[in-house]
T-cell receptor
Framework: NAGVTQTPKFQVLKTGQSMTLQCAQDMNHNSMYWYRQDPGMGLRLIYYSASEGTTDKGEVPNGYNVSRLNKREFSLRLESAAPSQTSVYFC????????????FGPGTRLLVL | EDKVVQSPLSLVVHEGDTVTLNCSYEVTNFRSLLWYKQEKKAPTFLFMLTSSGIEKKSGRLSSILDKKELFSILNITATQTGDSAIYLCAVEAGSNYKLTFGKGTLLTVNP
């Protein structure tokens, strides 16, 4: 099992460009999450999908959109990138129900110039 | 708004020292508190705590939760350089089991 995979690993964008971060999990988990991590800020939830077909905003959703393509895949789109979106992005998944943990992907480092 | 506060934010110790990391929280509809270790890449799971007063232990690491006072501690005994990392505390709350993270404690263990 690969667990949670993310592509790309690293990306440089110019202000105003768009891109999609991809995330996939092979653990048959129901819930998936997108976080961003900035220095000294911990992880902040951008969007999540509690189950296939549903998505909800997290703490910092502005400037982002998501798609839960199927049970395995959850993508994060930046329509018009801004320097404030320079960050490390982590995807996570969780089986669902009580007493389960979130499993994290390796992260995507994004630099917006 | 859910809130998780970790202290200290950074800590430098020598190998062999014992450290205690703190995490306090204010959340609605608490479900569990989790500790993660992050070494330059993805956070890796350490402990999940749901009940007060029951210590979870794994090798030199241990953790306990106090649901009355709304805090948890993570202890690391006989620290090693490999313990150098960011330690993240997160609280799971609500019907969708969302995690709210603290800012983390950066632990540096010098030889």
């Amino acid at each position: 099992n690969a667990g949670v995979t993310q592509t790309p690993k690293f990306q440089v964008l110019k202000t105003g460009q768009s891109m999609t971060l991809q995330c996939a999990q092979d653990m048959n988990h129901n819930s998936m999450y997108w976080y961003r991590q900035d220095p000294g800020m911990g992880l902040r939830l951008i969007y999540y999908s509690a189950s296939e077909g549903t998505t909800d905003k997290g703490e910092v959703p502005n400037g982002y959109n998501v798609s839960r393509l199927n049970k395995r895949e959850f993508s994060l789109r930046l329509e018009s990138a801004a320097p404030s979106q320079t960050s490390v992005y982590f995807c996570a998944s969780r089986r669902g129900g009580a007493f389960e943990t979130q499993y994290f992907g390796p992260g995507t480092r994004l630099l917006v110039l | 708004e859910d809130k998780v506060v970790q202290s200290p934010l950074s800590l430098v110790v020598h190998e062999g020292d014992t450290v205690t990391l703190n995490c306090s929280y204010e959340v609605t509809n608490f479900r569990s508190l989790l500790w993660y270790k992050q070494e330059k890449k993805a956070p890796t799971f350490l402990f999940m705590l749901t009940s007060s007063g029951i210590e979870k232990k794994s090798g030199r690491l241990s953790s306990i939760l106090d649901k009355k006072e709304l805090f948890s501690i993570l202890n690391i005994t006989a620290t090693q350089t490999g313990d150098s990392a960011i330690y993240l505390c997160a609280v799971e709350a609500g019907s969708n089991y969302k995690l709210t993270f603290g800012k983390g404690t950066l632990l540096t263990v010098n030889p």
